[in-house]
């Protein structure tokens, strides 16, 4: 009788966090990427240059005059898989404003048929640079993926973001350089 009663209440502990592990996870808020104060900030952005996966040629520089917003992913991170609907999401928006941010991924520590199945998997249209031997990443000092940097219209360093970002994220820190660019063009 005592191990019956022992047993019953047992269960009952476990059914209840169970339960409240359910709710936890249910109710809580779409997790954001975590500001960090990079060495970058503020600093010209490093030299970022080379071939997209499919096979076209990409200098950072030539994007001067709008935002830009990069990203590092890699086809075996969960949270760059969470994030890549909001990335899409955030290039199209941006894609139908004048002097709006250019989205530029950057394939972190990954085979590039990996990214590329990755890529199309997720319906991703912005441009994805290859990084064989990792030295994009190491001018950016990423450790790990997904890592996200801000650019400025003038090429400065004005954010880096740790995590999987969101739209409503790199909205909020790219439409007052949307409004910038658009009052210095005219």
Request: aromatic content about 6%; overall charge positive; charged content about 15%.
């Amino acid at each position: 009788m005592k191990r019956r009663r022992t047993i019953a209440i047992v269960a009952g502990v476990v059914a209840a966090v169970l339960i409240a592990l359910v709710v936890l996870l249910a109710t809580r808020g779409t997790s954001q990427a975590t500001v960090i104060n990079s060495p970058l900030l503020g600093k010209p952005a490093p030299t970022t240059a080379g071939v997209t996966l499919k096979g076209s040629e990409i200098d950072l520089a030539s994007y001067r005059g709008r935002p830009v917003v990069l990203n590092f992913f890699a086809s075996w991170c969960g949270p760059c898989q969470t994030e890549a609907p909001q990335l899409n999401a955030f290039a199209y928006d941006q894609s139908l404003k004048a002097q709006g941010a250019q989205m530029i991924g950057v394939v972190f520590n990954d085979a590039d048929s990996a990214a590329k199945s990755f890529a199309e998997s997720q319906g991703v249209t912005y441009p994805l640079l290859t990084d064989p031997g990792g030295a994009i990443a190491n001018r950016w000092g990423v450790a790990s993926p997904p890592t996200t940097f801000i650019v400025s219209a003038d090429g400065k360093v004005v954010e880096e973001l740790v995590g999987p970002v969101t739209a409503k994220q790199l909205d909020r820190i790219v439409a007052p350089m949307d409004r910038l660019a658009e009052t210095a063009n005219g």
